[in-house]
């Protein structure tokens, strides 16, 4: 009785030696997933807050730049003071300016293709100066007639209302925080989106992108790319210098 009894014990043990390994590595990878979707969720935010800078700023990243810091920094924020928030927006900001940046906000759509076809000589301030824009005013009543942009299977059929669309895509490197499993996410991310490491200045290069800063930083870290898109109206008229030249 008493073997019988001592017997059962040492299964119990065994079978908890199991269990407790895999019961911690699913409350941690519980946690690792609510602070990749908190960031998923404030990079949302950010991105449209970007967008929207841009639609009433004629599509110039210099503004879209500064909303984008704004929105991501309450990742940094740790007292709320106005200093503390000060310094996050600046970290972010930093982040933007670094060659291979773990942070980035571009302009997909329109594109200068989509420019150059629509372009017309405005004046877009209170000087006499005129510029080449897409114009903006007065859309509902534009003739929504499409133009061809490219050639060949790449061509697009776009109207002015179209063009007219800022589409803004922004990338955010999320930095895992628990040990072992950081690295397990890390090789399976790698393992199933392998082309994700390619040029790194391409969209599909955002993991690589990510594991250079890492590396910058010492190697010591794992990130993981989280990217989100926003379309607004532009409420401006569009200017050149930052758009796409794809």
Not at 12 to 30: D, K, W
Request: some cysteine.
């Amino acid at each position: 009785m008493c073997d019988q009894k001592k017997t059962q014990q040492g299964q119990s043990l065994v079978e908890m030696l199991i269990v407790l390994p895999l019961l911690a590595l699913l409350i941690f990878g519980v946690l690792e997933l609510v602070l990749a979707y908190q960031t998923r969720a404030t990079l949302n935010v950010a991105v449209f807050d970007a967008a929207r800078a841009g639609a009433t700023a004629n599509a110039t990243l210099a503004p879209m730049n500064d909303a984008y810091a704004r929105g991501m920094a309450p990742l940094f924020v740790r007292d709320r003071s106005m200093t503390d928030v000060f310094q996050a927006q600046a970290r972010v900001r930093g982040l933007l300016l670094l060659p291979m940046a773990p942070a980035k906000i571009e302009i997909i759509s329109p594109s200068r293709a989509v420019f150059d076809r629509f372009k017309a000589r405005r004046r877009i301030d209170a000087t006499s100066r005129r510029y080449d824009v897409i114009p903006n005013d007065n859309l509902m009543w534009r003739s929504a007639a499409v133009r061809s942009i490219g050639s060949g299977d790449n061509a697009v059929k776009v109207n002015v209302q179209d063009a007219n669309l800022l589409k803004v895509r922004a990338l955010w490197c999320h930095k895992l925080v628990v040990p072992l499993l950081d690295r397990l996410i890390h090789w399976t991310w790698a393992l199933n989106n392998p082309d994700l490491y390619t040029i790194p200045e391409a969209p599909t290069g955002d993991q690589m992108r990510c594991d250079t800063y890492a590396d910058a930083q010492g190697g010591e870290d794992y990130y993981i790319p989280i990217v989100s898109y926003s379309v607004v109206r532009m409420q401006s008229p569009v200017l050149r210098a930052d758009l796409p030249t794809n």
